[in-house]
């Protein structure tokens, strides 16, 4: 299980996070839902690493993660898929996908991660020696939760994984989301788009000004008043 | 004309093969060196004593000169650059602070030369027979130089196109953000990029100190000429680093030759200013 306990992150005087707690488990799909600058980029970064916790701790299967660098927390099975995607342009699909099994943790299983990440985004097959940088946003995408992929995950973490992508591509990225989940990892997403990230998954958590202001199963959101009002366009 | 281009080309590779080594500590470990001649001009130094005293064949010595490189960088990393690392908010602040204490760096490898060698030439003669080449004549130090400089050069990118070590450089260089997220100590590959450039400007002078002669006070010479390399061939780009190399050799054995001596570091600059305006990050820079 992955915990968040009082999460709190600031930036010098700014409160980003303000006590958030909330658990994932293995092979379910949480979403924390919320507007810009509600705080969202910011508790993904500080359970990868990459931002501080000002308070609070990540405590994955009973072992506290506070405190441990960025490129160590990926070997205890967390990856982390940035708003931005954090693939390496200049660098072929194949050669991004292969950095990413750089944590201890995966070099084993490289070959075979590798052959999942194929069947599950064929495309990136295809297009194994092409640059990166050279692709469509949605490919990019792909790169992006394949080279999460390769570090073999208990936990994925996916910042905006539709941010600036054309619907029908938001809808397949989420189809191949479900395919990763179904081989046992838990999916922590934060998402702006409300209607397809609540169709995939379990539950999901309000998230304002930093604060948690609600949760539920995704049914029970899908059809809250206040989720209607503030995501949804306010329309019955 | 044939004599110029091998010429050219002897300069030129060990240009590449020096600018390898800084454009791997400015791309990869953020430190734009400022003592990187010197650690060069020590190289040589060590070759000449290594030859002349202790008769070590120049290129049996560059495993011994390589590898002292190597560890000697290792520790000015160690203890001089961490701390700065550690302080630096951002990429620019840590350029400057390293420009600044590499620059006193400079002064105590310089001062230390001086006082163990004085400020005279030095040169040995090692393999100084003409060979017959290509219809022309070469002095044998200088084949040796270029085919040395062109085999370190193919096995540096062997090594960084061809195994996780080198992508794992690589992707520091271009990416140094997302580097983390890929489970990359970016700290670790600092380190060693540092190690290794001081490796190539260790082995550089070695090659150098083959067929040039050389003063305790030449370094800085070669640390313009090395960083006009890298910023031509792209901050951080080995087949940058040897492309510009090879290139500046050509341009300034041929200038020599064809148009006035006098003239070589004008036509360097000349096309060091042109290739930067028609593109600002060098010949294989990120854009």
């Not at chain 1, 009973?62 to 982390?80: D, M």
Request: with cysteine; net charge neutral; glycine share 12%.
């Amino acid at each position: 299980m992955l915990e968040l306990k009082n999460l709190t992150v600031r930036y010098g005087k700014h409160l980003a996070v303000d006590g958030v707690s909330f658990s994932v488990t293995k092979g379910e799909a949480v979403v924390v839902l919320g507007a810009n600058g509600a705080g969202k980029s910011s508790i993904l970064k500080a359970v990868a690493g990459t931002v501080a916790l000002s308070d609070g701790s990540v405590v994955l299967g009973g072992e506290t993660l506070t405190g441990i660098p960025a490129h160590k927390v990926t070997n205890h099975g967390i990856a982390l898929v940035p708003e931005g995607r954090g693939v390496i342009g200049r660098m072929t699909v194949e050669e991004n996908l292969r950095l990413g099994a750089t944590p201890q943790r995966a070099r084993a299983s490289e070959d075979d991660t590798m052959a999942q990440v194929f069947e599950i985004f064929p495309r990136l097959k295809e297009r194994r020696s092409q640059f990166v940088h050279t692709m469509s946003g949605g490919e990019q995408q792909m790169v992006a939760v394949g080279r999460a992929m390769m570090s073999k995950p208990d936990y994925l973490l996916l910042d905006e994984p539709s941010l600036g992508l054309a619907p029908i591509v938001v809808g397949d990225m989420f189809k191949a989301l479900a395919r990763v989940r179904e081989t046992g990892v838990g999916l922590l997403i934060v998402e702006q788009n409300v209607r397809i990230s609540l169709r995939h998954a379990d539950r999901g958590y309000l998230l304002e000004a930093g604060r948690i202001t609600g949760s539920g199963t995704s049914e029970e959101l899908m059809n809250d008043a206040a989720v209607r009002q503030a995501f949804l366009g306010g329309d019955t | 004309m044939l004599e110029h281009v091998v010429n050219g080309l002897v300069l030129g590779g060990t240009y590449a093969l020096v600018a390898m080594g800084l454009t791997i500590q400015y791309g990869i470990a953020r430190i734009m060196n400022l003592s990187f001649g010197d650690t060069i001009i020590a190289a040589c130094f060590a070759t000449y004593v290594l030859f002349s005293v202790f008769a070590i064949n120049p290129i049996l010595a560059l495993l011994i000169v390589g590898p002292t490189g190597y560890v000697f960088n290792l520790l000015i990393y160690r203890f001089i650059m961490k701390p700065l690392v550690a302080r630096a908010p951002d990429e620019g602040a840590l350029e400057v602070d390293s420009i600044l204490v590499t620059f006193g760096l400079l002064f105590v490898i310089q001062g230390v030369l001086l006082v163990m060698f004085g400020g005279g030439y030095t040169s040995y003669s090692f393999l100084n027979s003409p060979v017959s080449m290509l219809g022309t004549v070469v002095a044998g130090n200088r084949l040796v130089a270029l085919v040395l400089s062109l085999t370190f050069g193919a096995v540096l990118v062997g090594v960084l196109y061809r195994t996780r070590w080198g992508m794992i450089l690589r992707a520091v260089a271009t990416a140094p953000q997302s580097a983390p997220l890929f489970g990359i100590d970016t700290n670790r590959a600092a380190r060693t990029a540092f190690a290794v450039g001081g490796a190539l400007a260790a082995t550089g002078g070695g090659v150098v100190s083959m067929f040039q002669t050389f003063t305790a006070t030449a370094g800085v010479v070669f640390t313009m000429k090395a960083l006009i390399v890298v910023i031509l061939g792209g901050k951080g780009s080995v087949p940058g680093a040897i492309v510009a190399g090879l290139l500046l050799g050509l341009v300034e054995t041929f200038v020599a030759a064809y148009i006035d001596p006098g003239l070589t570091l004008a036509a360097v600059y000349t096309v060091f200013l042109v290739l930067l305006l028609v593109r600002p990050n060098g010949l294989f820079g990120k854009a």
